[in-house]
């Protein structure tokens, strides 16, 4: 019976090749409304910049997944030491074609 449990409460995820390669970003924006949070993540390249990726989550998912990053940044940390924090860019966004 214990077991039949754990095998209904596994998830299955599956992924496209290509969304396995990543994205990389150096610079993120955030906005939210009541409902929702949207994470911008873009990868800038001056003299432009490029939108590499947009998540959408609720505020609850938020507050979990700022939980998780803070839980693993001092795992991290305990590993490998103290991370020094990026200079703010100062780049202002503007959206263009």
Not at 47 to 72: C, D, W, Y
Not at 76 to 96: D, H, M, N, Q, V
């Amino acid at each position: 019976m214990e077991q039949q449990q754990q095998q209904q409460k596994q998830l299955q995820i599956k992924a496209k090749d290509s969304d396995l390669k990543g994205v990389y970003s150096n610079l993120m924006q955030i906005v939210h409304t009541k409902e929702e949070f949207i994470l911008d993540f873009f990868l800038v390249s001056p003299p432009q910049g490029f939108l590499s990726s947009r998540v959408i989550m609720s505020p609850g998912h938020t507050k979990r997944m700022v939980k998780a990053l803070q839980e693993n940044l001092a795992r991290y940390e305990e590993k490998f030491g103290k991370i020094e924090e990026a200079e703010a860019s100062g780049t202002k966004l503007g959206f263009g074609e």
